[in-house]
């Protein structure tokens, strides 16, 4: 048996085309009975207590492959590391093998503290596509893949997506969030924070993709996304 809980969890997740039979609803009752603690108060009383930084780093695998409509945590910290080892696993897709290392940049965006936000995707022989976001530092960006990054969320799909203008995945880190949203008829768009700040939108593979600042906020303070279509006109818009 396996005693490595990230690969039975590889080995056991669905074929990602199936994601999109599931309701946001269903998913989310899913994680929660997957993430019920069945120990009893001792048990649970027994076990040390993790710091924040351990608990957001273990969630975060989670965050490799990211179901639509969960809201995940990502591990906000940039890593000199390669890229091809950090989504190794996209070999194992089915519908695959993907290659991380024929990926490439499909659009860039200015990220946090002077760094680049970027889409990257690589496609197998059988036309599944996997798809990276990541943060990587202004040196990092200049090479042909990240290596000086931290992961923003990932997935793989067979064709990109035509389903209407709506939000898809959200992930969670100490400083950012990382987000995209199903483009529809939008083929650009706009994030405006509540203090009237505004941070970069880009489209991939029929995705609007983007981060925005993670600070303490409250249920209401959340930014909204404003979607164009080609001729400038309001395609949509909606609360993150």
Known sequence: MNDDRLTV??????????????????????LARILADRRTGEQQAAVPRRTKRAAVAGVAALALMAAPGLA?????????????????????????????????????????????????????????????????TAS??????????????????????TRPFGLDTIMYGDTAVVWWAHAGDAVTGELVDTDGAVYPVVLAEGYLFGWY?????????RPTLVGYAADGSEVGRFLM
């Not at 969890?9 to 946001?24: G, M, N, Y």
């Not at 024929?102 to 596509?129: C, I, K, N």
């Not at 969320?153 to 990109?160: D, I, K, L, Q």
């Not at 600042?213 to 303070?221: I, L, N």
């Open 9 to 30: 969890l590889r080995q056991v997740r669905p074929e990602p085309s199936l994601d999109v039979v599931w309701t946001a609803d269903e998913q989310r009752s899913v």
């Open 72 to 136: 995940v945590a990502i591990d906000d910290g940039i890593k000199e590391r390669a890229f091809v080892d950090a989504y190794g696993y996209w070999a194992e897709t089915l519908g695959g093998p993907v290659d991380p290392a024929a990926a490439t940049r499909v659009v860039t965006a200015p990220g946090p503290y002077d760094g680049t936000f970027s889409v990257l995707a690589s496609t197998s022989s059988e036309g599944m596509t996997c798809v990276a976001t990541v943060f990587e």
């Open 140 to 161: 990092s960006a200049t090479a042909d893949l990240p290596d000086d990054f931290n992961d923003g969320g990932s997935f793989c799909h067979e064709a990109p997506s």
């Open 213 to 221: 600042p993670s600070p303490s906020r409250e249920p209401d303070d």
